[in-house]
């Protein structure tokens, strides 16, 4: 069974520094979103993607925060300028249609954050 | 997006007895809404989900059921086994426009044998 996949499955940082999280969402899905979860709380939204350009974002997705899909399989997530806060599980998802179709997630990067 | 409220935050049954979370929510021009189960350690995965143009949905030992009049939708599991201890979230689809999935908080089901 297809399923989206991300590298590396832990990442840990020193604050202020530049981090790229990666994803390989379903082959034949067109949509792709980046997700996260602070230790003990809910999954949060933070931005979705379709046709090479951002379709919607939360507050979350400030500007240190950017998306690219630099070739037709991968899917990243960059975050410039890392704080404490940032410190979480990032899940990457994928759908094969848009708005109200299923969301299938990989199993997630715990960013630490120091 | 509007909060999915989800209750009960912790959940505890004996082996073969019915695990009921219930979650409500305010926007009513939601129309999709997925439960996931995540285990320790792992990403959510998609168990079951129901759309606004049903009221029940069910596979095999898990079900769905949605009430749209008064914006509250259940996860019915019967006959609970250990493995179905984890974490379960619901989450609400966006309505006539979006993508987000907004999440409950989960509640954490502990099955006893």
């Known amino acids: 069974e297809p399923e989206v996949t991300q590298t590396p499955s832990h990442q840990v940082t020193q604050m202020g520094q530049e981090v790229i999280l990666r994803c390989v969402p379903i082959?034949?899905?067109?949509?792709f979103y980046w997700y996260r979860q602070i230790l003990g709380q809910k999954v949060e939204f933070l931005v979705s993607?379709?046709?090479?350009?951002?379709?919607?974002k939360s507050e979350i997705f400030d500007d240190q925060f950017s998306v690219e899909r630099p070739d037709g399989s991968n899917f990243t997530l960059k975050i410039r300028s890392t704080k404490l806060e940032d410190s979480a599980m990032y899940f990457c998802?994928?759908?094969?249609?848009?708005?109200?179709?299923?969301?299938?997630f990989g199993p997630g990067t715990r960013l630490t954050v120091l | 997006g509007e909060n999915v409220e989800q209750h009960p935050s912790t959940l505890s049954v004996q082996e073969g007895d019915s695990a009921v979370i219930k979650c409500t929510y305010s926007?009513?021009?939601?129309?999709?809404f997925p439960w996931y189960k995540q285990e320790l350690g792992k990403g959510p995965q998609l168990i079951i989900d129901?759309?606004?143009?049903?009221g029940e949905k069910k596979d095999q030992r898990i079900a769905v059921t949605l009430n749209k009049t008064a914006k509250h939708f259940s996860l019915h599991i019967t006959e609970t086994q250990p493995e179905d201890s984890a974490v379960y979230f619901c989450?609400?689809?966006?309505?006539?426009?979006?993508?987000?999935?907004?999440f409950g908080k989960g509640t954490s089901l502990l099955v006893t044998p």
């Open positions: 998802a994928s759908s094969a249609q848009g708005a109200g179709d299923t969301q299938y």
């Open positions: 082959s034949n899905h067109l949509y």
């Open positions: 993607f379709y046709n090479n350009e951002i379709s919607e």
């Open positions: 926007d009513s021009a939601s129309n999709y």
């Open positions: 129901i759309r606004s143009n049903v």
């Open positions: 989450a609400r689809g966006p309505g006539h426009s979006g993508y987000a999935l907004n």
